[in-house]
């Protein structure tokens, strides 16, 4: 076993594991625990200091030196002679004085010391076995296809979840503030300069103190991306090991089909207004935009025909999937039935050329 002091310390500092602190206690159980804290206690009390290294028999036999002599005189009044003591006894009997009740109390003490010790691990260990689950406990927030959710974190950060996304983290950031996302979510950051926040995102590590930016990570989708609002960010990347710093109006992105972080400025902000409400495309394809209003709408929507490289701009503010599909079919041409939650587009009967 370690330095016993270290191991002491770093029990009542909760730095041990469950079987180290149970691996100590069970040792002071044992008859040196008892006399390591026993010896402790009686050397501070008679040289008013603190001693690092203990021999405990010459200490004991200190101990019970001076015991002897205050039996010694005790022993002379019950017999009521009046030989006079040898001086150096005397001397070693005052110089023992109050320091026996310390000696006393402090034996006393140290078997208390025991007893508090076994008290903590029980309260950390075994008696409270559910509050440390749940302290380690993984929280869970996700959306299906037509919600949003917006929610704050244990440390106060915004966070909008788009549709069909997730995010987990454990139960008040024990072990420091990492979520793991999947699909789209806005954070807005709370500023803590002593922990950083982390998204973990597909291959993706987004690291920032007090910022807002968002992250789009749909695992069926070819990239992932980071745009940036305000503050500063730094973005890893698990793949390529590469790095990259991000300041306000910049975003990166990762693909599949390619190693390493592009790194650009935000084309079309207006991407990132879909935590307001607003569905925005730019030079999206059809696939693309069905994907995108089944997961916004919660519907399934197929597609009859082939679209033939179709591309659409637009932008909607809280409208109806009938209002979206109207639009869009001027655009495209197509034609189109609500029927429930499925849609069909049918791009057989196209109607004129894309614009």
């Known amino acids: 076993m370690e330095n016993q ?131 380690f406990a993984t929280v869970v927030k996700s959306t299906t296809a037509g919600q949003k959710l917006r929610f704050y974190l244990p440390d106060s950060t915004l966070v909008i979840l788009n549709a069909e996304s997730k995010i987990e983290y454990t139960n008040n950031f024990v ?41 789009k990570a749909f695992a069926n989708e070819e990239k992932t991306s980071v745009a940036l609002l305000t503050g500063k960010v730094i973005v890893d990347d698990d793949r390529s090991r590469n790095s990259v710093f991000l300041t306000p109006g910049q975003q990166a992105e990762v693909s599949i089909n390619q190693m390493g972080i592009t790194k650009s400025f935000i084309e079309n902000p207006e991407v990132l207004d879909w935590r307001k409400g607003v569905l925005f495309f730019r030079q999206n394809s059809l696939e693309e935009v069905a994907y995108a209003l089944e997961r916004w ?21 809280d409208e109806n999937l009938q209002n979206v599909l109207k639009l869009l079919s001027l655009s495209g041409g197509f034609e189109f039935k609500i029927e429930k939650k499925v849609v069909t587009i049918d791009l057989r009967k196209i109607r004129g050329a894309n614009p």
């Not at 405990?56 to 200190?62: A, G, P, V």
């Open 175 to 215: 072990g420091g503030r990492n979520v793991n996302l999947s699909g789209e979510g806005f954070f807005e950051v709370a500023h803590d300069s002593l922990r950083p926040f982390t998204v973990h995102a597909n291959e993706l590590n987004v690291t920032a103190l007090g910022t807002s930016f968002n992250v």
């Open 5 to 135: 002091h270290e191991q002491f310390n770093k029990f009542f500092k909760g730095k041990l594991s469950k079987y180290e602190a149970s691996e100590f206690i069970d040792w002071l159980s044992t008859s040196e625990g008892e006399e390591f804290l026993q010896t402790e206690i009686i050397k501070e009390w008679l040289n008013n200091e603190e001693v690092e290294e203990w021999d405990s028999t010459s200490t004991w036999n200190e101990v019970k030196a001076k015991a002897d002599n205050q039996r010694f005189l005790t022993e002379i009044n019950h017999n009521h002679t009046t030989p006079k003591p040898d001086p150096e006894v005397i001397k070693r009997y005052w110089q023992f004085g109050e320091k026996s009740i310390y000696i006393r109390f402090s034996i006393a003490a140290a078997m208390a010391l025991l007893i508090v010790c076994s008290a903590v691990y029980q309260m950390l260990f075994v008696s409270a076995p559910v509050e440390l689950a749940e302290s």
């Open 297 to 317: 709408y919660g519907v399934e929507i197929n597609i009859q025909g082939e679209s033939k490289s179709l591309s659409f701009n637009g932008s909607f503010n």
